[in-house]
Each structure stands twice: as structure tokens, then as C-alpha cells.
């Protein structure tokens, strides 16, 4: 029986944990659908997202901690890797000043700054750079939770089920406009014109036009009826979100944790073959 290497054990761990995240997430999706909208998500959710972030943070820091010393760390000194050590982490850097900061603190950035560098730091410099979430990138929501990873551990991340409501409305000789409401339309009109200088939709409001044989019809919108039956060229459309409204941050939850899976999945497959160097 062929006795698995070292890195094979490392590299199926990460995967292992990366399952645990996408079990969190379903868990998470689950608690999002029995909450009403309007509602906080459950405890149970929260402590899902919060097991969720704490799982992708940690892969992400073992990979980069992986990477660094499969490539940096025996070119240094014993006691000078040994130090270093302990600063190694995934920086979630969102710029450049951001990135090559935390960069200083893994490898010489002089003989970065003046070429001198070895083979090995460039390739780990190199790395860490593409994986990170600097625009434009496909990595991008992780920089939110790297933020999020950094919140006080005692308090769970709320979030909130909304609904947004779209309303379109399209005239019977082309042209249409729309409104986005959050949670519940108010009371509205949606009108349609046809005069000399052609045929128009509109919604708010009432048309005016200095054609006196201009035709107009304007409806009002029953938003406790939701209905669009009497409206040609009308219909609504509902988007659910899970809010997240932490410090200045504002983002739908659900697909920001879905891309931050699959960043987290991409970055350790396409990151495999460095630690076999």
C-alpha cells in the first residue's frame, strides 16, 4: 500500500474543511429560507456564517503559510524563519499599499524593490499578489470577509431578509422604464403617451404634453393587491436578499459567501503544485 506524502495529507485536509465551509453554507441558505422577510436570520444561521468565515479564514492562512515555506523559508536563517513564522498569514489586501505591507513582513521587500531578489521569493511574491483581492480580480469578496474575520468573536453578524420589488413598464410601440422598491412599493402611477412626436411609458408622475391630441392613460398601482392584471405592458418582479449591515459595509450575504467558497476552492487547486516544488 503506497503510503500518502506529506503534501497529499495537507492538501486533503484543506479540502476536508473546505466540505465543512459548503455544509455551513447550505446550513446558512437553509435558516435564510424559513426566515420572513423583514426578520433577522436565526441564531443558528448566524452561528453557521460565523463557522463559515472562521473555516474560509483558516484555509486561506494554511495555504499561505503552506506556500511560504515550501518556497522562503529554507532560504533563510534557522532563527530568522523560525521569527518570521509567526507573521505569515493571508492578507485580504484590496490595494497595492495593502498588499505590499503585509508582503514586507514575509520577505526582504528590498531585494524586491531592487531586483535582487531569489527565484523563490519573486515566485511567492508573485503569488500572493494574484490570489489576492485587489480589482480587478475574481477574488474580490474575500476582501469583505477578511474584514469580517476580524469582527469581535462575541458577537454573531446579523442579517436581515429583504425583499426588493422591481416594477417594469413597457409601452405597446417600444420605450419602458422601471422602479426598484425596497421591501414594499408605495402607491404609484404608470402611465403611457402617444402624441406627435411619438409613443412613451413612463412610471410616477403624471404626462404632460403640448400635443391636445395626444392620448394618455395613466394607471394607478395597488401595492396591497400586487395587480398588474388591468396594466398592459406591466409586471413585477421579486428579489429576496440577506442583508448584512456591518460597520460601513452593506452587501447581499448569500452570493458574496458563495463566491468566497469558490475563491477559497480555486486558490488552494491552483496553488497545489507550489508546495510540491
Known amino acids: 500500500m503506497n503510503k500518502v506524502r506529506p503534501e497529499e495529507e495537507f492538501l486533503l485536509d484543506l479540502h476536508a474543511q473546505l466540505e465543512r465551509a459548503a455544509k455551513s453554507l447550505s446550513g446558512i441558505t437553509d435558516e435564510f429560507a424559513k426566515t420572513r422577510p423583514g426578520e433577522e436570520l436565526s ?53 497595492e499599499q495593502m498588499f505590499r505591507s503585509a508582503l514586507g513582513k ?22 500572493l499578489r494574484e490570489v489576492q483581492p485587489i480589482q480587478p480580480t475574481r477574488y474580490g469578496s474575500l476582501y469583505t470577509v477578511g474584514r469580517l474575520s476580524r469582527l469581535p468573536h462575541q458577537k454573531l453578524i446579523d442579517q436581515r431578509k429583504s425583499r426588493l420589488f422591481i416594477i417594469e413598464a413597457f409601452g405597446p410601440n417600444g420605450g419602458g422604464t422601471s422602479m426598484r422598491f425596497k421591501d414594499k412599493p408605495g402607491s404609484f402611477t404608470i402611465w403611457t403617451r402617444r402624441d406627435k412626436y411619438g409613443a412613451s411609458t413612463g ?19 395597488d401595492p396591497d393587491t400586487m395587480d398588474f392584471n388591468s396594466i398592459p405592458g406591466a409586471k413585477t418582479s421579486v428579489v429576496e436578499a440577506m442583508e448584512c449591515h456591518v460597520e460601513d459595509m452593506e452587501f447581499d450575504a448569500l452570493p458574496l459567501f ?3 467558497l469558490w475563491s477559497a476552492m480555486h486558490i488552494v487547486q491552483t496553488s497545489a503544485f507550489l508546495i510540491y516544488t
Open 43 to 95: 441564531r443558528s444561521g448566524r452561528i453557521e456564517t460565523k463557522e463559515f468565515i472562521g473555516t474560509i479564514k483558516h484555509v486561506l492562512d494554511q495555504i499561505t503559510v503552506r506556500v511560504w515555506r515550501t518556497l522562503v523559508f529554507p532560504e533563510l536563517p534557522p532563527e530568522v524563519a523560525e521569527k518570521k513564522l509567526s507573521v505569515i498569514y493571508y492578507p485580504y489586501a484590496s490595494d
Open 106 to 127: 514575509m520577505v526582504n521587500i528590498k531585494n524586491l524593490e531592487t531586483n535582487s531578489q531569489t527565484p523563490s521569493e519573486k515566485m511567492f511574491a508573485t503569488w
Open 203 to 221: 412610471i410616477g408622475g403624471y404626462p404632460i404634453s403640448d400635443d391636445p391630441d395626444a392620448e394618455i392613460t395613466v394607471f394607478t398601482f
Open 258 to 260: 458563495r463566491q468566497a
